[in-house]
């Protein structure tokens, strides 16, 4: 199973926007079924840092080219995407090579 791990940054002005689009009660049930079934699992984000503009992302996948490829194709992700990624500085999309991947140097079981 992969680790991944992923930053990226939100536009100045769009942080509430972004994290009300990923609550609970809007975050869309196509989505996480879409991630779920390209091999997404444990996914979580957590937002900080200088403003509350920083987004870092974990999921675990066996498969990460797998994820790439089902999402990239996905319409439910494209459309998300639309909505998404003119929040975003940098990233915003998994399947377009936007996000900037993090190197993992430690892990305790």
Not at 27 to 37: D, Y
Not at 64 to 78: C, P, S, T, Y
Request: glycine share 12%; proline share 6%; hydrophobic share 35%.
């Amino acid at each position: 199973m992969e680790r991944v791990a992923f930053m990226q940054w939100i536009k100045d002005g769009c942080q509430d926007e972004y994290v009300q689009a990923h609550s609970p009660e809007r975050l869309w049930p196509e989505i996480i079924e879409a991630s779920q079934k390209a091999g997404m699992h444990n996914y979580t984000g957590f937002v900080g840092g200088p403003g509350g503009r920083l987004v870092v992302g974990y999921f675990e996948t066996p498969d990460l080219q797998r994820v790439w490829r089902e999402l990239a194709d996905n319409e439910v992700n494209q459309r998300w995407s639309q909505g998404i990624v003119p929040l975003m500085e940098t990233g915003g999309d998994i399947s377009n090579g936007s996000m900037e991947f993090l190197k993992p140097i430690w892990y305790v079981p």
